[in-house]
């Protein structure tokens, strides 16, 4: 049977468990950034659609990417200060 360790003392298994721990721990953030991504996506795409059927330019994408930026921002403020405590 080999030695889970090698010659230079290196351990899989406990480097594999180590990052298993890390991907558990970064998925709140990851999920946060995501949702970040996402909304301000689907508001600029909405003011790009409004903008486009009303005839109001440049107003609508700015609207919709502000609204998205600030519903981003505010999941993942809401994700930090929960996982904080």
């Given at each position: 049977m080999p030695d889970p360790k090698s010659r230079s003392g290196f351990d899989i298994g406990q480097s594999l468990t180590y990052f298993q721990k890390i991907?558990?721990?970064?998925?709140?953030?990851?999920?946060?950034?995501y949702t970040l991504l996402a909304s301000v996506l689907v508001f600029t795409l909405l003011g790009w659609y409004i903008d486009?059927?009303?005839g109001t330019k440049p107003?609508?994408?700015l609207v919709g990417l502000g609204i998205?930026?600030?519903?981003?921002?505010?999941h993942l403020a809401k994700t930090i200060w929960k996982h904080k405590n």
């Open positions: 991907v558990k721990e970064s998925g709140p953030a990851a999920s946060a950034s486009s059927s009303s107003m609508g994408i998205g930026l600030i519903t981003g921002f505010y």
